[in-house]
């Protein structure tokens, strides 16, 4: 991925504010290698790498770099893992996790979103990202178990259906709580269940899916931002 030209400013202003939050050497170099204002729209690219969120389009949002960073931090993902990505987006998160995971497997319920993100994604050459619509089952079993998962959408609870999805041991990442604010959980799976870890306060729009929120739940324009208390 070329990472030069007009924003190398940007991108390494944006690499300094990371490193006062995120210790992940790893998680930093892949976000450095992501051309981040190819996952926003022309209009906005030059905010591509402020700390905030941005639209992307239907109702949702790029979520800002540095909760980016945290919940992949979080996820400590491995250079031999397979990990799920939901709630694809503009792409910009599976992108990172590209550079960081053997196999990314991506679902994204916005089949207009889906598409623009694959677009980018096969112009970067990210070979090792499978991505579809989300179908009736919450995450996509049909590549569990995977070592990791992460969500970029805000859910009741934790849903039992993608807990289901991970491998013994395996992490999931995700937003918990209500409507407009949550908090980020880790949940690692055990022999028992799973247990969980809370990472902070953040807001997210909600995950549309069965065992989350009913259709119907859009609305809330706060995606990937971290909640100040």
Do not use: K
Request: charged content about 25%; overall charge neutral.
């Amino acid at each position: 991925m070329d990472t030069g030209g007009p924003y190398a400013s940007r991108r390494e202003a944006m690499l300094r504010l990371l490193r006062r939050e995120v210790r992940d050497e790893r998680v930093l170099a892949a976000m450095a290698a992501v051309p981040r204002e190819e996952f926003v729209p022309p209009h906005l690219r030059a905010y591509a790498y402020d700390d905030r969120a941005l639209p992307i389009g239907e109702g949702q949002t790029i979520s800002q770099p540095l909760i980016v960073a945290l919940m992949l931090q979080a996820l400590e993902v491995g250079a031999g893992d397979r990990v799920l990505d939901v709630g694809t987006g503009s792409g910009y998160q599976a992108a990172v996790l590209s550079a960081l995971a053997r196999e990314v497997v991506t679902v994204e319920r916005i089949e207009g979103l889906l598409g623009r993100a694959r677009a980018v994604l096969t112009r970067l050459h990210c070979a090792n990202v499978t991505m579809h619509v989300a179908g009736d089952v919450l995450g996509w079993p049909e590549r569990a178990p995977y070592d990791a998962i992460v969500v970029a959408a805000a859910a009741p609870h934790v849903p039992r259906a993608l807990v289901d999805q991970l491998a013994e041991g395996g992490r999931m990442v995700l937003p918990i709580g209500g409507r407009r604010e949550q908090q980020l959980v880790r949940a690692r799976r055990t022999p028992h269940g799973s247990d969980l870890a809370r990472l902070g306060g953040c807001a997210f729009v909600p995950l549309i899916a069965r065992d989350a929120w009913p259709t119907g739940a859009d609305g809330d324009q706060a995606s990937g931002r971290i909640t100040v208390p």
